[in-house]
């Protein structure tokens, strides 16, 4: 069974930065896209950032370019989303997830546009709060 868990979101103040990880288990995502996505309460869900194969294939929504970094470590399971320069619009639960077949690099622009179904599986999240 694939399972994602979420870690390291937290109380932060505006421009402060969080590291966020993501341990994936159930199966080895080398050639798979993984990514972020964030629910603010009462809203759709919003993709943050996703990454393929090679990091030349990575997408950010264009609110965080220049802020976040998606970026993952397949030896150890781990996907992480850099935060930097956090605002308070970007208080949301954030959760982790991925794609459900290798696609190359046509798993992240169905991301980018907001087809969502082919990342079936996601994790519980994390919350991050920014506030003064």
């Known amino acids: 069974q694939v399972q994602l868990v979420e870690s390291g979101g937290d109380l932060v103040q505006p421009g402060d930065s969080l590291k966020l990880s993501c341990e994936v288990s159930?199966?080895?995502?080398?050639?798979?896209?993984v990514a972020w996505f964030r629910q603010r309460p009462g809203k759709e869900r919003e993709g943050v950032a996703c990454i393929g194969s090679t990091e030349a294939s990575a997408w950010y929504t264009d609110s965080v370019k220049g802020r976040f970094s998606i970026s993952r470590d397949n030896t150890k399971g781990m996907v992480y989303l850099q935060m930097n320069d956090l605002r308070p619009d970007d208080t949301a639960v954030y959760h982790c997830?991925?794609?459900?077949?290798?696609?190359?690099?046509?798993?992240?622009?169905?991301?980018?546009?907001?087809?969502?179904?082919?990342?079936?599986?996601w994790g519980q999240g994390t919350q991050v709060t920014v506030s003064s």
């Open positions: 997830t991925a794609e459900d077949s290798p696609r190359g690099v046509i798993g992240c622009v169905f991301f980018g546009n907001s087809k969502f179904d082919i990342f079936p599986v």
């Open positions: 159930g199966f080895s995502p080398n050639y798979y896209a």
